[in-house]
């Protein structure tokens, strides 16, 4: 009863910036935590970041003081401001939802840094 769908990548040059959207609906007040993942070509999915509802932040560590985590409760949406991108960060990134009912992922979205 929750869905997420992301928008907000695209092509982006090194060191440039990106911000990713991630709007639920649904079963809204069911929901934990929102977070956001990504998987690059043969590689294993990983978190990226995270936000709870207490606003509690945790991020993979390649990306801490670069990506920053938010969340407007009025509008249902989590973003994920990419700052100072690496080719590294290409992938495809997932939003997820933790709610009581399990986890709820969006169609993901391609985001690629160019060197």
């Known amino acids: 009863q929750v869905q997420v769908v992301e928008s907000g990548g695209g092509l982006v040059q090194a060191g440039g910036s990106l911000r990713l959207s991630c709007t639920a609906s649904?079963?809204?007040?069911?929901?934990?935590?929102m977070g956001w993942y990504r998987q690059a070509p043969g590689k294993q999915r990983e978190l990226v970041a995270v936000?709870?509802?207490?606003?509690?932040?945790n991020y993979t560590n390649s990306v801490k003081g670069r990506f920053t985590i938010s969340r407007d409760n009025a509008k249902n949406t989590v973003y994920l401001q990419m700052n100072s991108l690496k080719p590294e960060d290409t992938a495809f990134y997932y939003c997820?939802?933790?709610?009581?009912?399990?986890?709820?992922w969006g169609q993901g979205t391609q985001v690629t840094v160019s060197s």
């Open positions: 649904g079963s809204i007040f069911s929901i934990f935590a």
């Open positions: 936000i709870t509802n207490g606003g509690t932040t």
């Open positions: 997820n939802a933790r709610h009581r009912r399990g986890d709820s």
